[in-house]
């Protein structure tokens, strides 16, 4: 069985980092996404950053203007999803109302799975490479989610996985993520000695079987 006859196989679905700016949430969202591609499923990682400047760049912070945003990417994940598309977005989405809400409006279409990117405030200011914790303390940028804007934490019925990327590096916070995935019936989990998946398992046994050894 071929990547691309295992592809047609799965189901679209929707995978959704939320957590606050710098906490990780494009990194570990662009190593899930590398591994699934590797497994033939066809992706597209919808940045929010990217989507806010090409898409609307009309939109300001305020919560009102997050749940615009929050709403048009919820938009075209649904027909993403409706199509077969893998979809992963990486969006602050500061408040609950507007998680849920993408929620519900995927999920008439398609599974939707909310990964809690979990980072202490002061972690992601350590990391942050363009200093807009700091611009957002001295004033520069309003309504910074952390800083003077709220982050509504997701809670634990509300995630499907949380990854704590202060406690992870990417490779290990995204191998939790797939390993949900796997056992959420996704894809096929890797076996752990031949690194094959059953769909590849079940091709060696065809091809064995076609030869006469089973």
């Excluded at 400047?53 to 048009?72: A, M, Q, S, W």
């Excluded at 499907?160 to 996704?186: C, M, R, Y």
């Amino acid at each position: 069985m071929t990547e691309e006859n295992q592809a047609d196989q799965y189901n679209g679905f929707t995978l959704w980092f939320t957590g606050l700016p710098s906490s990780g949430k494009s990194t570990v969202a662009k190593e899930v996404e590398n591994e699934l591609r590797r497994r033939g499923l066809k992706v597209e990682n919808l940045d929010a950053d990217g989507l806010r400047k090409n898409l609307h760049p009309d939109l300001g912070f305020t919560k009102e203007e997050r749940g615009i945003n929050n709403k048009r990417i919820g938009f075209i994940s649904k027909l993403l999803t409706k199509n077969d598309i893998t979809t992963i977005v990486a969006a602050v989405s500061p408040f609950k109302e507007y998680r849920q809400g993408a929620r519900e409006y995927v999920e008439e279409e398609g599974e939707f799975y909310q990964v809690y990117v979990e980072c202490p405030v002061d972690v992601c200011k350590e990391r942050d490479p363009k200093g807009l914790y700091d611009k957002a303390e001295r004033g520069i940028i309003p309504n910074f989610t952390g800083v003077s804007h709220p982050f509504e934490e997701p809670t634990p019925d509300e995630y499907d996985v949380k990854v704590n990327t202060a406690e992870l590096d990417p490779d290990s916070a995204a191998e939790k993520v797939l390993q949900f995935l796997a056992d959420a019936g996704v894809f096929s989990s890797v076996d752990e000695y031949t690194g094959l998946n059953e769909h590849q398992e079940e091709e060696i046994k065809d091809r064995l079987r076609r030869l006469g050894y089973l």
